[in-house]
């Protein structure tokens, strides 16, 4: 009886999560789908859901425009350069704060998020005239130091929190058995902070990925990467749904799928110390 | 002694960190508050005198200004609000028993993967168009007006598609928070003869404050800061009714090219944007302490 | 293959072997092009190969970006000096304003082949400053009536040659069939000064009405455009689609191709687009039709409409030369003929060039020929006693755009109904006299 409700429940609930997570997942299904359908049918009216004539003629049509690979790795070495370079300056600053802490480590911490409020546009032409004396317009190594420095406050966030739970005994313990400070760190601490920093660099990834000011604003055509792709091919005269729901998903499939198959990693670091 | 050592080699470690985000913030800011002084227009460039604080009696006095404060405010709190009750019910939902559970979240966390302007046109054309739009056409096929979400309702559209771009964050935090809260202080208040609520009431969401905390505090950074999604979709209005701040600057700055206004624009999102962070230090701050 | 670029092939050819002796080839330069993503520039995109062969010490590479973020991306770089792109595509609107600024490289020396006489008169004023050309035209527009020919008999009207805002009402009120989901008429909406504003300043200027007076008064509050815009939202209330304060050239495209419209009143390019059936399922129906008067002495007959997407060089560019060959190539008679070969007559860029329209292949393949050539003709822009500044749907002065787009939300809020037409004109009038007492043009 208790076991045919709570099958019932679990029914009930399935159904529910599912209808929800479809709902949410909606638009990016939709996406695919269009993308998948030509310019006129695209705008159908009843809209084609699954019954259409599938073609993939919106992505050779885009690849013939625009060389998406060019785009796409240029998104991969800006997301990767900056969180290497984060990483190298994050880690210590985090360790340092995690394991001495002072009574103004938390002001400094909120110190270092407070940067992240300056609104970009407002400091736009004064970066790009900055940029136009160093030399840096258009190119990767100018757009890793910016994305670098934007996100640099919630990596070392991100690693302070979880830093944070590694235990201090431990040390001491190893201490006590005679451990080096390599071994310290090698055997002790890298296999504890691992976790922390992969769901860091994860995350500091997709955010890297996904920022649309400054990496549109500051390239042209060496440095540009996807967020420029996209602007490519929206709005363009005459009908377009089709071409940018082609354009959308190769834009953010790669993240998609990054994002999907380590998701574990991200979740376990992704709580800002929110859970004790 | 050895911590005043190892307060050296703190020091040390944190010193590239802070003196990169040091290096960030003054030099953009100190260039912003010169440039605020000058009468410097970007279409005409020729002469760039200091003007003192016209600028900001300028932006100051712009008729939209409030305007922009207020759904500045409307929307931050606006996508607070969703994501946040929105995340706890879907918390709630993902830790049941279900079939498919990882599949599900699979596709409850996509919208965060997903590139802010790419969202943006996706919502705007292909779901919120009264015309084409799937919402308005489902609408339509139930003998409903469809929603010119766009026009009637800007403000509304913009907090909804940016709460879709955040309710996967908020969600996994609070989950990993719900998952963390154990069972045997549920079971014991079920014991007492404690309702589903009352448990969620007193017990449950006392356990999530801290997760809320961090989900509030990383999300008004980002959040009022939004500009990808009013530039592709409303570009602010009617009007200004879905202008924020950061908009307006982007306003003086390109359509003005009035880089002196928009400096000292600049200057005000700044001020602004440190009494939210020190008001939000201090009402939830100490939910953060360590 | 024309006389001239032979020579240049075979010059660049002659050069390649004098060099191969010291195996080293020839230096390639290689530009930069910024443009925008309308159908035309990615044709010539798709051509540029052609040009590249012609002449293989010259590479272009090139960026191109949505309408609105080209425009932020190439004003900043011009005006900061950053040197990005070697060539930009620019409209009407910059070219004055740039040029005065000595932004743009001027044009002289152009060689003979290309034959600036050719260009259509209008057209190449509105791209000179002091007799010497700027930037080169790849495309123009001006303003026509685009009508469904099966509604308008249906419902037993005939489209005068010129029509006026009157009897565009009328036909408006005749065609709309809104429960079977086709609108009277289709207009812009969608907030922008190169978006509804062109179309509200055309329909103004219609009226009678400019942007500003001889002194750099904002005319918002005027009799023109008070009847422009207060006809503009009952029209559109009433008759017209619903969506229409976000709809721009694009969603109108669709919502005309889709055969939901009776009539759209926008740039004459659309044309090509609604007769094309790839674009369009109505695309054997389309008439077109002159613009429409509000008044009996109408500016211009009611083309007030002016346009022409360009090609110019940022002064000071290190790659000039291999810059202005590129942009004399895109912009030149072979290129016509180019696309013509690979894509038929009707989809050459039109309005550039006379000889284009006395091309009987072009006038057979493209239905729209006259009426666009008529329009483009009429379309004079030129500042006159009472008009200060050079433009009809937009004022040419850096000003404008600011004002363009915060007017333009005005109107857009006028259209959604959350103010009345005159509310907003006064706020209109209210925002352009504060941003002229800025910058400086009223006291």
Redesign the interface.
């Known amino acids: 009886m208790a076991r045919q409700v709570s099958r019932q429940r679990?029914?009930g609930?399935?159904i529910?999560?599912?209808f929800?997570?479809?709902l949410?997942?909606?638009?990016?299904l939709?996406?695919f789908l269009?993308s998948f359908k030509t310019?006129?049918t695209a705008?159908s009216?009843?809209?084609q859901f699954l019954f259409f004539d599938w073609t993939t003629e919106n992505y050779v049509n885009i690849q013939?425009?625009?060389n998406y690979f060019h785009f796409m790795m240029n998104s991969i070495y800006l997301a990767l350069g900056s969180t290497v370079l984060g990483l190298?300056?994050?880690i210590?600053?985090a360790?340092?704060?995690a394991?001495?802490?002072?009574k103004r480590t938390?002001d400094?911490l909120?110190w270092?998020?407070?940067?992240?409020?300056?609104?970009?546009?407002?400091?736009?032409?004064?970066?790009?005239?900055?940029f136009?004396n160093l030399g840096l317009?258009?190119s990767r190594l100018g757009l890793i130091i910016v994305l670098f420095?934007i996100n640099?406050?919630?990596m070392?966030w991100m690693l302070y929190?979880y830093f944070?739970e590694i235990p201090v005994d431990i040390l001491e313990a190893a201490r006590m058995d005679g451990a080096t400070l390599r071994q310290e760190i090698t055997q002790i601490l890298a296999p504890m902070a691992v976790p922390g920093i992969a769901s860091t660099v994860l995350l500091n990834v997709?955010l890297a990925?996904?920022e649309?000011?400054w990496t549109?604003?500051l390239t042209?055509?060496n440095a540009?990467p996807?967020?420029?792709f996209?602007?490519?091919?929206?709005?363009?005269?005459?009908?377009?749904?089709a071409t940018?729901?082609a354009a959308?998903m190769l834009?953010?499939a790669p993240?998609?799928i990054v994002?999907?198959f380590s998701?574990k990693q991200?979740?376990r670091g992704?709580?800002?110390?929110?859970?004790? | 002694m050895a911590?005043q050592h190892?307060?050296k080699?703190?020091?040390s470690?944190?010193a590239?960190?802070?003196i990169?985000?040091l290096i960030?913030?003054a030099?953009?800011?100190a260039?912003?508050l010169y440039?605020s002084t000058l009468g410097y227009s970007?279409y005409n460039p020729i002469s760039t005198p200091f003007v003192g604080i016209e600028n900001y009696t300028y932006f100051l006095t712009d008729p939209t200004f409030i305007a922009a404060l207020t759904n500045t405010m409307v929307l931050v709190v606006g996508v607070l609000v969703i994501t946040i009750g929105g995340g706890i019910l879907?918390a709630l939902?993902?830790d049941?028993?279900?079939?498919?559970?990882n599949?599900?979240?699979?596709?409850?966390?996509?919208?965060?993967?997903?590139?802010?302007?790419?969202?943006a046109?996706?919502?705007k054309?292909?779901?919120m168009n009264p015309?084409?739009g799937?919402i308005g056409?489902s609408m339509s096929?139930i003998g409903l007006a469809p929603i010119d979400w766009m026009t009637d309702v800007p403000l509304l559209s913009i907090i909804l598609i940016v709460a879709?771009q955040w309710?996967?964050?908020a969600t996994?935090?609070l989950l990993?928070?719900l998952q963390?809260l154990s069972s045997d202080q549920k079971e014991a208040a079920e014991m007492d003869g404690a309702g589903a609520l009352s448990i969620f009431w007193y017990i449950t969401l006392p356990h999530m404050s801290?997760?809320i905390?961090?989900?509030i505090?990383?999300q008004t950074?980002?959040l009022?800061?939004i500009?990808?999604e009013i530039l592709?979709t409303t570009n602010g209005g009617p009007g200004a009714q879905s202008t924020n701040?950061?908009y307006l600057?982007?306003q003086q700055?390109?359509s003005f090219g009035d880089?002196g206004a928009?400096?000292a624009?600049?200057?005000v999102?700044?001020i602004l944007?440190?009494i939210?962070?020190i008001f939000l230090?201090k009402a939830i701050?100490k939910n953060?302490?360590? | 293959m024309s006389i001239h670029s032979l020579l240049k092939t075979s010059a660049a050819l002659g050069a390649l072997v004098a060099l191969t002796a010291s195996a080293t080839a020839q230096e390639t330069t290689t530009i930069?092009v910024?443009t925008v993503?309308?159908?035309d520039m990615?044709r010539m995109?798709?051509l540029t190969s052609v040009f590249e062969e012609q002449h293989p010490n010259i590479k272009v590479?090139?960026?191109?970006?949505?309408?609105n973020?080209l425009r932020?991306?190439v004003t900043?770089d011009i005006a900061?000096?950053?040197?990005?792109?070697d060539v930009m595509t620019i409209g009407t609107y910059e070219v004055p304003i740039w040029a005065k600024q000595e932004w743009l490289q001027p044009l002289d020396n152009l060689p003979e082949t290309y034959n600036t006489d050719d260009l259509i008169p209008a057209i190449r004023n509105a791209l000179s400053v002091d007799d010497k050309l700027y930037a080169l035209p790849f495309y123009a527009e001006s303003v026509l009536t685009l009508y469904r020919k099966d509604l308008f008999e249906k419902a037993g009207l005939e489209m005068p040659e010129q029509p006026t805002w009157d009897f565009i009402a009328e036909a408006a009120e005749k065609t709309a069939d809104k429960e079977n989901?086709v609108y009277g008429i289709c207009l812009r909406g969608k907030p922008g000064w190169g978006e509804n504003m062109a179309f509200l300043g055309n329909m103004a200027r219609e009226f009678g009405a400019n942007y500003f007076d001889a002194s750099w008064q904002p005319q918002f509050e005027s009799e023109g455009w008070k009847k422009a815009v207060n006809l503009y939202v009952e029209l559109m209330t009433k008759y017209g689609p619903p969506g229409a304060a976000s709809n721009?050239?694009?969603e109108n495209?669709?919502l005309f191709?889709?055969g939901k419209c009776a009539m759209w009143i926008d740039a004459s390019?659309a044309a090509s687009?609604v007769t094309n059936p790839e674009?369009s399922?109505v695309a054997d129906q389309v008439g077109f039709g002159g613009a429409p008067c509000g008044t009996e002495d109408c500016p211009n007959d009611g083309y007030n409409w002016q346009w022409a997407w360009s090609l110019g060089l940022p002064a000071g560019s290190q790659k000039a030369e291999a810059a202005q060959e590129f942009v004399a190539w895109a912009t030149s008679q072979d290129y016509i003929n180019l696309v013509a070969e690979r894509e038929g007559w009707a989809s050459v860029p039109p309005g550039t060039r006379t000889s284009l329209y006395e091309n009987k292949e072009y006038t057979d393949a493209a239905p729209f020929a006259a009426a666009t050539l008529n329009a483009i003709q009429n379309a004079k822009a030129e500042p006159t006693d009472d008009k200060p500044y050079f433009g009809l749907q937009f004022a040419a002065i850096p000003e404008f755009q600011g004002i363009g787009t915060a007017v333009g939300q005005q109107m857009a809020a006028a259209l959604s109904g959350s103010v009345t037409a005159d509310q907003a004109l006064s706020q209109a009038q209210a925002i352009a006299t504060r941003e002229m007492t800025r910058g400086g043009y009223l006291k």
Do not use: C
């Open positions: 679990k029914i609930m399935t529910l999560a599912w929800v997570g479809f949410i997942f909606f638009p990016i939709w996406t269009t310019e006129l705008i009216i009843p809209p013939a425009q625009a190298i300056f994050a210590p600053a360790w340092a704060m394991f001495s802490p002072t938390k400094v909120l270092m998020l407070s940067t992240k409020m300056l609104p970009a546009v407002g400091v736009y032409i004064p970066i790009y005239l900055l136009i317009l258009d420095l640099l406050p919630i070392v929190t944070k997709i990925w996904n649309a000011f549109l604003n042209t055509s540009a996807l967020t420029a996209i602007a490519s091919f929206s709005s363009p005269q005459g009908n377009f749904y940018l729901s959308s834009a953010i993240i998609l994002g999907w998701q991200l979740v992704l709580t800002f110390g929110a859970v004790k | 911590t190892s307060q080699l703190a020091r470690m944190m590239p960190s802070v990169a985000l960030w913030m030099v953009p800011l260039m912003t440039y970007l879907l939902l993902l049941q028993d279900i079939y498919g559970v599949i599900v979240r699979l596709l409850v966390i996509a919208p965060f993967f997903v590139m802010p302007t790419v969202a046109l996706v919502w054309n292909m779901m015309v084409y799937v056409q096929a879709w309710l996967p964050f996994l935090i990993t928070s963390s801290r997760a905390t961090v989900v505090l990383i950074i980002f009022l800061s500009f990808a592709v701040i950061t600057v982007y700055a390109i880089i928009a400096s624009g600049g200057i999102a700044v944007a440190n939210v962070a230090i701050g953060l302490d360590a | 930069t910024g993503n309308n159908s990615i995109q798709g590479n090139w960026v191109t970006l949505e309408e973020i932020q991306r900043t900061t000096k950053g040197g990005q792109f989901g721009g050239f694009n495209l669709s191709g889709q390019v687009f674009q399922q």
